[in-house]
């Protein structure tokens, strides 16, 4: 590993000119444009090898990954492909450190986490679709970058509150990013999903700017731990920046249909004023319920909000060792959140988020 982390990006080019040259069918598996797609499937490879001697932290990992991966056709067949660019790759880019030792390991590791990848994909497609047809029921802007897209899956989706998934529009084939539930399960089935534009975001743009009521787009299965423990009575600290407010609605609308009168505090965070696009929704969840309670914080306030970023906010009020805390936001608020929790008081396992790699797309 630290002989190939320098020349990554050559390592992982090489990879795939392997694959495709020797199973040029695979391509076809693959988005057009491979610019984020190219370093996800080599960088979880290496990511699953360096926790092979963790079978309890690799099976988590690989499950999800390999139910995750029945979105893009992935078949069993294929992994023994895969298994064999990875060694090419390794073999050809880390000439001081291979040998037949290094290369048995390698490819001992890479048989478990096929294994345990294909298992999970097979029992996954007894109980659920590799994916769901969802049209597009409501489009609606809030901002000039911000829009609330609501669903109609073509069956049955089961999911949990603070859970997310992943989307695929028509315009992008085969280009998947994570988008949090924005409610908690309606009786109506609908689903729906805040959505920002962000620069070269090829799905986000599409979402906010492109989309329309009929259009048609694709669900992942749900996935994501962002979940209410509902057995107990603690009380809840929730952190959400910009469109990462979506998962924490939803939280606060589980906890009120369970009605168990538990004290939900709210910290809904961005850098202006006008990026609280959904204050109003959470101010009315407020007044609807008395365990609730709803903290607007800007990075630069006017008079009334709460200023200086969310962990600054935090620390002003509390205490909250005894509380569940949950973040959602931009991968560095959820850095800067999880220091200002611990730095409080409040254990490692009570804090929730799902994986900062998973959620760039979900929240940016």
Sequence with gaps: MAEIEPIADQVTSYFYAL???????LRDLFPVAMDTQRDRL?????????????????????????????????????????????????????????GPRTEAAWVGAYTTISQIMID????????????????????????KDVAVVTVRPDGPYPFLAGQYTALETPWWPRIWRHYSFASAPRSDGLLSFHVKAVPAGWVSNALVHRARV?????????????????????GLLCLGGGTGI????????????????RSVDVFYG???????????????????????????VVDDGPVGLLSGGIPEAVREFGPWHTHDAYLSGPPGM????????????????RIRHDSIEELVGATT
Excluded: C
């Excluded at 960088?43 to 990954?65: E, I, N, R, S």
């Excluded at 979506?246 to 009168?261: F, M, S, Y």
């Excluded at 959820?334 to 396992?349: A, K, M, N, Q, S």
């Design 214 to 234: 009929g259009d048609v787009v694709r669900l992942g299965p749900p996935a994501g731990s962002m979940t209410v423990d509902h057995t107990s009575d603690s």
């Design 246 to 261: 979506a998962p924490i609605k939803a939280l606060v609308e589980d906890v009120a249909q369970h009605g168990r009168r």
């Design 19 to 25: 694959l495709f040259l020797h199973h040029p069918g």
């Design 270 to 296: 961005a850098r202006r004023n006008q990026g609280l696009y959904d204050i109003d929704t959470m101010l009315r969840l407020q007044q609807s319920h008395p365990w609730l309670s709803v903290r607007p």
């Design 42 to 98: 080599f960088k979880a490879l290496l990511t699953a090898a360096t926790h092979a001697d963790d079978p309890v932290t690799l099976t988590t990992y690989l499950t999800h990954l390999g139910r995750g991966h029945r979105k893009y056709g992935t078949l069993p067949q294929h992994y023994p492909a895969v298994g064999e660019a990875l060694i090419g790759a390794l073999s050809r880019h880390a000439p001081q450190t291979w």
């Design 334 to 349: 959820i850095r800067r959140g999880v220091d200002t929790l611990v730095g409080i008081g409040i254990p490692t396992h």
């Design 120 to 143: 999970a994909a097979t029992e996954d497609e007894l109980r659920a679709p590799a994916w769901w047809q969802a049209e597009v029921v409501a489009h609606v802007m809030r901002t």
